[in-house]
């Protein structure tokens, strides 16, 4: 009998180290050095996506507990609150793109937000690469805004806020990690999820 028990329990174990090897993803953008073969509508705006998810995916890998809540004044975002807010513009950028609600996850802490967050770029990437200039052209933001507010409103934005987390996390003293070159898309050090 303690034979079957012992066969259970390993069967068990194996079931839930599958399911959460299946829960993680491996997280995207990890080497942009690779880009599309044509220049469309599409594929441009695709690459400012892509940029945006290395630029930030670099900027927060590595962030430790005890970095989440600093702060250069009373008056500025956290770390932390800053990947929040990221988290909420990815909403707004995949919510224009897919065209389809997504339902944002409570009780995210800041490496989780921003985990979904390159999840969502990516899924964004992933469409914008496949869009013709229609389809671009009909992309709005929140119901009543053209794709050019998505450029110089959400994309922008998060771009501005990843650099905010790499000069941020310098000040605290667990600066960017070494070997990201953002001019070619490339990352020669160590990767983390």
């Known amino acids: 009998m303690k034979s079957y028990s012992f066969i259970i329990l390993i069967i068990f174990f194996c079931f839930m180290n599958s399911v959460h090897a299946q829960d993680t993803k491996a ?28 630029r930030y995916r670099y900027a927060s890998q590595g962030l430790k507990d005890e970095n989440m809540d600093f702060r250069t004044s009373e008056e500025a975002r ?21 065209n389809e609600p997504y339902d944002q996850k409570e009780g995210l ?16 990437y992933d469409r914008l690469l496949s869009m013709n200039d229609a389809e671009v052209e009909a992309i709005n933001v ?23 987390i ?24 160590k990767v983390e999820e």
Do not use: C
């Open 109 to 124: 802490n800041p490496m989780q937000a921003r985990e979904e967050s390159l999840h969502l770029l990516k899924a964004v």
């Open 166 to 189: 790499a000069t941020l996390r310098r000040a605290a003293g667990n600066p960017m990690p070494k070997g990201v070159n953002v001019f070619l898309g490339k990352y020669n050090g």
């Open 142 to 164: 929140r119901g009543d805004h053209p794709f050019w507010i998505l450029i110089n409103g959400p994309l922008a934005d998060a771009l501005w806020h990843s650099g905010q």
């Open 78 to 98: 956290t770390i932390g609150e800053t990947i929040q807010h990221i988290y909420g513009l990815t909403m707004v950028i995949h919510d224009a793109v897919l």
């Open 27 to 54: 997280l995207p953008f990890e080497d942009i050095s690779t880009y599309p073969g044509s220049l469309t509508t599409g594929t441009v705006a695709a690459r400012m996506v892509e940029s945006l998810g290395f």
